[in-house]
């Protein structure tokens, strides 16, 4: 079992930055390719981004490309999405879950492990 705690988010202003964290516990997640998926009010889940074992290979969701970056280090079982120009309309619940799969484009469907969720709110 993997377990999964985000941190980081909170309230901004458009054009603002915030980096969030995951935190794991339970078993190793070097192996694991890792994500985060947003939830906004009202609407499905959306893909956001998500990184290799080693992060050595990303993929971005088209909303997020060029300002957002997904790292990892497995040394300390945390992952992070740096979020810089934000826009009211990333203001969601993140989510960092964890996949078997060896995809990094795997559907949201398809991760196995999720954490509670972290609010962000950006304002305009």
């Known amino acids: 079992q993997v377990q999964l705690v985000e941190s980081g988010g909170g309230l901004v202003q458009a054009g603002g930055s915030l980096r969030l964290s995951c935190a794991a516990s339970?078993?190793?997640?070097?192996?694991?390719?890792m994500g985060w998926i947003r939830r906004a009010p009202g609407k499905e889940r959306e893909f956001v981004a998500a990184?290799?074992?080693?992060?050595?290979?990303?993929n971005y969701a088209d909303s997020v490309k060029g300002r957002f970056t997904i790292s990892r280090d497995n040394t300390k079982k945390t992952m992070y999405l740096q979020m810089n120009s934000l826009k009211p309309e990333d203001t969601s619940v993140y989510y960092c879950?964890?996949?078997?799969?060896?995809?990094?484009?795997?559907?949201?469907?398809?991760?196995?492990?999720w954490g509670q969720g972290t609010q962000v709110t950006v304002s305009s």
């Open positions: 990184a290799s074992w080693n992060a050595g290979m990303t």
């Open positions: 879950a964890a996949t078997h799969s060896s995809s990094i484009r795997v559907g949201d469907t398809y991760y196995n492990y």
């Open positions: 339970g078993r190793t997640i070097s192996r694991y390719v």
